[in-house]
Protein backbone atom coordinates (compact mmCIF):
# COMPACT_ATOMS: atom_id res chain seq x y z
CA UNK A 1 0.00 0.00 0.00
CA UNK A 2 1.02 3.73 -0.48
CA UNK A 3 0.82 6.79 1.17
CA UNK A 4 -1.59 7.57 3.25
CA UNK A 5 -3.07 4.21 3.61
CA UNK A 6 -0.26 2.55 5.69
CA UNK A 7 -1.64 5.07 8.49
CA UNK A 8 -4.14 2.74 9.22
CA UNK A 9 -3.70 -1.18 9.62
CA UNK A 10 -7.69 -1.64 9.55
CA UNK A 11 -11.41 -0.11 9.29
CA UNK A 12 -11.52 -0.42 13.09
CA UNK A 13 -8.07 2.14 12.88
CA UNK A 14 -9.67 4.72 10.87
CA UNK A 15 -12.84 5.36 12.67
CA UNK A 16 -10.83 5.40 16.35
CA UNK A 17 -9.13 8.04 14.54
CA UNK A 18 -11.89 9.98 13.20
CA UNK A 19 -13.66 9.64 16.69
CA UNK A 20 -10.51 10.87 18.07
CA UNK A 21 -11.03 13.85 15.99
CA UNK A 22 -14.22 14.31 16.93
CA UNK A 23 -16.25 12.49 14.24
CA UNK A 24 -18.09 9.57 14.64
CA UNK A 25 -18.82 7.66 11.15
CA UNK A 26 -20.95 4.72 10.68
CA UNK A 27 -19.06 1.77 9.93
CA UNK A 28 -20.00 2.15 6.08
CA UNK A 29 -18.43 5.64 5.79
CA UNK A 30 -15.74 4.25 7.33
CA UNK A 31 -14.99 1.76 5.32
CA UNK A 32 -15.67 4.13 2.38
CA UNK A 33 -12.96 6.28 3.68
CA UNK A 34 -10.42 3.33 4.28
CA UNK A 35 -10.89 2.40 0.90
CA UNK A 36 -10.35 5.58 -0.66
CA UNK A 37 -7.04 5.29 1.46
CA UNK A 38 -6.12 1.99 0.52
CA UNK A 39 -6.56 1.73 -2.80
CA UNK A 40 -5.66 5.66 -3.56
CA UNK A 41 -8.70 6.06 -5.50
CA UNK A 42 -11.47 9.65 -5.05
CA UNK A 43 -14.33 9.16 -3.09
CA UNK A 44 -18.18 10.83 -4.16
CA UNK A 45 -19.73 11.53 -0.67
CA UNK A 46 -23.69 12.12 -1.43
CA UNK A 47 -26.26 12.67 1.11
CA UNK A 48 -29.44 14.92 2.22
CA UNK A 49 -27.75 18.38 3.78
CA UNK A 50 -26.00 18.37 7.05
CA UNK A 51 -25.68 14.93 6.98
CA UNK A 52 -21.43 14.76 7.58
CA UNK A 53 -20.02 14.83 4.03
CA UNK A 54 -17.96 18.21 4.65
CA UNK A 55 -17.33 17.42 7.55
CA UNK A 56 -16.15 13.88 6.90
CA UNK A 57 -13.61 15.10 4.97
CA UNK A 58 -12.08 17.77 7.45
CA UNK A 59 -12.33 15.14 9.87
CA UNK A 60 -10.50 12.56 7.47
CA UNK A 61 -7.67 15.60 7.14
CA UNK A 62 -7.34 15.82 10.86
CA UNK A 63 -6.83 12.51 11.27
CA UNK A 64 -4.09 11.80 8.79
CA UNK A 65 -2.23 15.27 9.84
CA UNK A 66 -2.71 16.33 6.55
CA UNK A 67 -3.28 19.68 5.04
CA UNK A 68 -7.06 20.21 4.31
CA UNK A 69 -7.65 22.10 0.57
CA UNK A 70 -10.63 22.85 -0.44
CA UNK A 71 -12.38 23.69 -3.35
CA UNK A 72 -15.60 24.91 -2.67
CA UNK A 73 -18.11 24.76 -6.12
CA UNK A 74 -20.30 27.23 -7.89
CA UNK A 75 -22.01 27.86 -10.99
CA UNK A 76 -19.54 29.04 -13.35
CA UNK A 77 -16.35 28.16 -11.00
CA UNK A 78 -13.80 28.15 -13.70
CA UNK A 79 -9.97 26.75 -14.54
CA UNK A 80 -8.62 30.37 -13.22
CA UNK A 81 -10.30 30.09 -9.66
CA UNK A 82 -10.31 25.88 -9.56
CA UNK A 83 -6.72 25.08 -11.51
CA UNK A 84 -4.43 27.76 -12.23
CA UNK A 85 -4.29 31.11 -13.62
CA UNK A 86 -1.49 33.22 -15.22
CA UNK A 87 0.00 35.83 -12.78
CA UNK A 88 -0.14 38.81 -15.31
CA UNK A 89 1.27 41.60 -13.06
CA UNK A 90 4.35 40.29 -13.19
CA UNK A 91 4.27 39.08 -16.61
CA UNK A 92 3.84 42.53 -17.21
CA UNK A 93 6.67 43.76 -14.75
CA UNK A 94 8.87 41.10 -16.42
CA UNK A 95 7.97 42.05 -19.93
CA UNK A 96 9.45 45.88 -18.78
CA UNK A 97 12.72 44.77 -17.08
CA UNK A 98 12.96 42.68 -20.50
CA UNK A 99 12.67 45.77 -22.34
CA UNK A 100 15.52 47.68 -20.29
CA UNK A 101 17.69 44.94 -20.49
CA UNK A 102 17.84 44.06 -16.67
CA UNK A 103 16.56 40.71 -16.84
CA UNK A 104 16.57 37.57 -19.94
CA UNK A 105 13.65 37.12 -22.12
CA UNK A 106 12.86 34.03 -19.97
CA UNK A 107 9.48 32.13 -20.65
CA UNK A 108 6.92 34.24 -19.62
CA UNK A 109 4.68 31.30 -19.67
CA UNK A 110 6.36 29.07 -17.13
CA UNK A 111 6.32 27.76 -13.71
CA UNK A 112 7.22 31.14 -12.60
CA UNK A 113 4.34 32.98 -13.53
CA UNK A 114 1.94 30.74 -12.47
CA UNK A 115 -0.90 31.22 -9.40
CA UNK A 116 -1.72 28.12 -8.33
CA UNK A 117 -5.50 27.64 -7.13
CA UNK A 118 -6.65 24.63 -5.21
CA UNK A 119 -6.44 21.84 -7.64
CA UNK A 120 -3.20 22.31 -8.86
CA UNK A 121 -1.92 23.58 -5.43
CA UNK A 122 -3.20 19.98 -4.08
CA UNK A 123 -1.43 17.85 -7.43
CA UNK A 124 1.85 19.88 -6.73
CA UNK A 125 1.95 19.68 -3.12
CA UNK A 126 4.81 17.34 -1.61
CA UNK A 127 3.03 16.97 1.76
CA UNK A 128 0.27 14.60 2.31
CA UNK A 129 -2.97 16.49 1.34
CA UNK A 130 -6.80 15.63 1.50
CA UNK A 131 -8.54 17.15 -1.80
CA UNK A 132 -12.31 18.41 -0.43
CA UNK A 133 -14.18 18.91 -3.67
CA UNK A 134 -17.07 20.01 -2.32
CA UNK A 135 -20.71 20.68 -3.59
CA UNK A 136 -19.67 19.40 -7.15
CA UNK A 137 -23.03 19.39 -8.04
CA UNK A 138 -23.32 23.27 -8.51
CA UNK A 139 -20.63 23.10 -11.19
CA UNK A 140 -21.15 22.94 -14.40
CA UNK A 141 -20.86 19.98 -17.04
CA UNK A 142 -17.68 21.75 -18.51
CA UNK A 143 -15.32 21.71 -15.31
CA UNK A 144 -17.15 18.26 -14.04
CA UNK A 145 -15.74 16.98 -17.52
CA UNK A 146 -12.46 19.27 -16.82
CA UNK A 147 -11.94 17.08 -13.41
CA UNK A 148 -11.65 13.60 -15.39
CA UNK A 149 -8.15 13.97 -15.86
CA UNK A 150 -7.22 14.86 -12.33
CA UNK A 151 -9.22 12.26 -10.82
CA UNK A 152 -7.92 9.16 -13.17
CA UNK A 153 -4.37 10.13 -13.20
CA UNK A 154 -3.96 12.83 -11.02
CA UNK A 155 -2.54 15.15 -13.32
CA UNK A 156 -3.09 18.51 -14.86
CA UNK A 157 -2.89 19.24 -18.36
CA UNK A 158 -1.52 23.28 -18.65
CA UNK A 159 -1.07 24.00 -22.68
CA UNK A 160 2.06 25.96 -22.23
CA UNK A 161 3.79 24.02 -19.84
CA UNK A 162 2.47 20.46 -20.53
CA UNK A 163 1.36 17.88 -17.99
CA UNK A 164 1.59 17.84 -14.07
CA UNK A 165 1.89 15.00 -12.34
CA UNK A 166 0.91 14.85 -8.54
CA UNK A 167 4.56 14.37 -6.80
CA UNK A 168 2.38 12.34 -4.51
CA UNK A 169 -1.20 11.19 -4.77
CA UNK A 170 -3.46 13.49 -2.82
CA UNK A 171 -6.37 12.02 -1.02
CA UNK A 172 -9.33 13.29 -2.62
CA UNK A 173 -12.84 13.55 -1.47
CA UNK A 174 -15.99 14.71 -3.96
CA UNK A 175 -19.24 15.81 -2.10
CA UNK A 176 -22.56 16.41 -3.95
CA UNK A 177 -26.81 17.03 -2.46
CA UNK A 178 -27.30 15.69 -5.48
CA UNK A 179 -29.03 19.11 -6.63
CA UNK A 180 -28.48 17.36 -10.45
CA UNK A 181 -27.32 14.06 -11.17
CA UNK A 182 -23.90 13.50 -12.11
CA UNK A 183 -22.21 11.98 -15.06
CA UNK A 184 -21.53 8.26 -15.31
CA UNK A 185 -17.89 9.47 -16.63
CA UNK A 186 -17.19 11.06 -13.33
CA UNK A 187 -18.82 8.54 -11.12
CA UNK A 188 -16.57 5.70 -12.67
CA UNK A 189 -13.51 7.51 -11.59
CA UNK A 190 -14.97 7.46 -7.93
CA UNK A 191 -15.41 4.84 -5.21
CA UNK A 192 -18.89 5.95 -3.55
CA UNK A 193 -20.64 5.99 -0.86
CA UNK A 194 -23.89 7.48 0.42
CA UNK A 195 -24.21 8.91 3.78
CA UNK A 196 -28.01 8.16 5.56
CA UNK A 197 -28.68 9.88 8.55
CA UNK A 198 -27.36 8.39 11.66
CA UNK A 199 -28.77 5.59 14.18
CA UNK A 200 -30.68 7.34 17.09
CA UNK A 201 -27.80 5.73 19.21
CA UNK A 202 -25.43 7.36 16.80
CA UNK A 203 -26.98 10.86 16.50
CA UNK A 204 -27.18 11.09 20.50
CA UNK A 205 -23.35 10.26 20.94
CA UNK A 206 -22.60 12.95 17.75
CA UNK A 207 -25.05 15.23 20.02
CA UNK A 208 -22.84 15.07 23.45
CA UNK A 209 -19.71 15.23 21.32
CA UNK A 210 -21.20 18.68 19.99
CA UNK A 211 -22.49 19.87 22.93
CA UNK A 212 -20.70 20.09 25.80
CA UNK A 213 -22.29 19.11 28.98
CA UNK A 214 -26.35 18.27 27.37
CA UNK A 215 -27.73 15.75 29.06
CA UNK A 216 -27.98 12.59 27.98
CA UNK A 217 -31.77 12.75 28.12
CA UNK A 218 -32.15 16.14 26.45
CA UNK A 219 -29.82 14.33 23.31
CA UNK A 220 -31.83 11.36 23.30
CA UNK A 221 -35.14 13.31 23.51
CA UNK A 222 -34.23 15.62 20.85
CA UNK A 223 -32.36 13.69 18.69
CA UNK A 224 -35.91 11.35 18.66
CA UNK A 225 -37.46 13.61 18.06
CA UNK A 226 -35.81 14.47 14.94
CA UNK A 227 -35.69 11.08 13.73
CA UNK A 228 -39.97 11.21 13.83
CA UNK A 229 -39.97 14.11 11.93
CA UNK A 230 -37.67 12.66 9.13
CA UNK A 231 -40.63 10.16 8.69
CA UNK A 232 -42.73 12.90 8.31
CA UNK A 233 -43.46 14.47 4.56
CA UNK A 234 -41.41 17.27 5.13
CA UNK A 235 -40.30 19.75 2.36
CA UNK A 236 -37.00 19.60 3.92
CA UNK A 237 -35.78 16.72 6.59
CA UNK A 238 -33.56 18.03 8.78
CA UNK A 239 -29.90 16.28 9.12
CA UNK A 240 -27.45 15.86 11.69
CA UNK A 241 -26.53 19.72 11.63
CA UNK A 242 -30.03 20.71 12.43
CA UNK A 243 -30.30 18.24 15.45
CA UNK A 244 -27.06 19.92 16.86
CA UNK A 245 -28.50 23.09 16.54
CA UNK A 246 -31.78 22.60 17.97
CA UNK A 247 -29.83 20.22 21.39
CA UNK A 248 -27.74 23.79 21.55
CA UNK A 249 -30.46 26.00 21.67
CA UNK A 250 -32.88 23.98 24.04
CA UNK A 251 -29.54 23.36 26.51
CA UNK A 252 -28.89 27.07 26.21
CA UNK A 253 -32.58 27.57 27.15
CA UNK A 254 -31.87 25.75 30.42
CA UNK A 255 -34.51 23.04 29.02
CA UNK A 256 -33.89 19.47 30.36
CA UNK A 257 -36.74 17.22 28.91
CA UNK A 258 -39.01 18.16 25.57
CA UNK A 259 -42.27 19.71 26.24
CA UNK A 260 -44.79 20.98 23.72
CA UNK A 261 -44.61 24.67 24.25
CA UNK A 262 -40.25 24.35 24.07
CA UNK A 263 -40.58 23.04 21.13
CA UNK A 264 -42.86 24.80 19.58
CA UNK A 265 -40.68 27.81 20.76
CA UNK A 266 -37.46 26.58 19.14
CA UNK A 267 -38.79 24.77 15.99
CA UNK A 268 -36.56 27.18 13.52
CA UNK A 269 -33.41 25.47 14.31
CA UNK A 270 -34.58 22.64 13.18
CA UNK A 271 -37.24 23.07 10.57
CA UNK A 272 -36.29 26.10 8.06
CA UNK A 273 -39.33 25.58 5.34
CA UNK A 274 -42.73 27.00 6.19
CA UNK A 275 -45.04 24.54 4.85
CA UNK A 276 -43.17 22.57 7.19
CA UNK A 277 -44.26 24.53 10.45
CA UNK A 278 -47.82 24.41 8.94
CA UNK A 279 -47.28 20.83 8.97
CA UNK A 280 -45.98 19.91 12.65
CA UNK A 281 -47.83 22.50 14.86
CA UNK A 282 -50.49 21.75 17.50
CA UNK A 283 -51.38 18.21 17.98
CA UNK A 284 -48.53 16.99 15.82
CA UNK A 285 -45.94 18.79 18.04
CA UNK A 286 -47.50 17.17 21.07
CA UNK A 287 -47.82 13.55 19.40
CA UNK A 288 -44.20 13.73 18.74
CA UNK A 289 -43.21 14.76 21.83
CA UNK A 290 -44.87 11.96 23.70
CA UNK A 291 -43.50 9.53 21.08
CA UNK A 292 -40.01 11.11 20.90
CA UNK A 293 -39.46 10.77 24.77
CA UNK A 294 -40.98 7.07 24.72
CA UNK A 295 -38.06 6.27 21.87
CA UNK A 296 -35.58 8.31 24.60
CA UNK A 297 -36.54 6.40 27.42
CA UNK A 298 -36.25 3.27 25.68
CA UNK A 299 -33.09 4.10 24.33
CA UNK A 300 -31.22 5.52 26.61
CA UNK A 301 -33.07 3.83 29.85
N1 LIG B 1 -20.82 11.69 12.05
C1 LIG B 1 -20.67 12.90 12.61
N2 LIG B 1 -19.88 13.07 13.69
C2 LIG B 1 -19.73 14.28 14.24
N3 LIG B 1 -20.32 15.40 13.79
C3 LIG B 1 -21.12 15.29 12.72
C4 LIG B 1 -21.33 14.04 12.06
N4 LIG B 1 -22.16 14.23 11.03
C5 LIG B 1 -22.47 15.54 11.02
N5 LIG B 1 -21.85 16.18 12.04
C6 LIG B 1 -21.98 17.60 12.38
O1 LIG B 1 -23.00 18.15 11.57
C7 LIG B 1 -22.56 19.38 10.98
C8 LIG B 1 -22.98 19.38 9.54
O2 LIG B 1 -22.15 18.53 8.82
P1 LIG B 1 -21.62 18.92 7.36
O3 LIG B 1 -21.48 20.39 7.21
O4 LIG B 1 -20.44 18.08 7.10
O5 LIG B 1 -22.86 18.43 6.50
P2 LIG B 1 -22.97 18.33 4.91
O6 LIG B 1 -23.46 16.96 4.62
O7 LIG B 1 -21.70 18.76 4.28
O8 LIG B 1 -24.12 19.39 4.65
P3 LIG B 1 -24.37 20.32 3.35
O9 LIG B 1 -24.89 19.40 2.30
O10 LIG B 1 -25.42 21.29 3.84
O11 LIG B 1 -23.07 20.97 3.02
C9 LIG B 1 -21.06 19.46 11.16
O12 LIG B 1 -20.70 20.70 11.67
C10 LIG B 1 -20.73 18.41 12.18
O13 LIG B 1 -20.49 19.05 13.40
MG1 LIG C 1 -21.21 20.36 3.08
Known amino acids: MLNNAIRFQSVEELER ?11 GLATALFLALAIEKPLLLEGEAGVGK ?13 RLIRLQCYEGLDVGHAVYEWNYARQLLHIRAAQEGSVSDEELFGPDFLIS ?3 LEAIGSSDPVVLLIDEIDRADDEFEAFLLEVLSDFQITIP ?6 ARRRPTVLLTSNRTRELHDALKRRCLFHWITHPTLEREVEIVRLRVPGVSERLAAEAAAF ?3 LRELDLAKGPGVAETIDWANALWALGCVELDATIVEQTLGSVLKHYEDFELVRDDTVMELVREARAIAATAVG
Open 17 to 27: ALRAHSYLPQR
Open 117 to 119: RPL
Open 160 to 165: EIGTIS
Open 226 to 228: VGR
Open 54 to 66: TEAAKALARSLGA
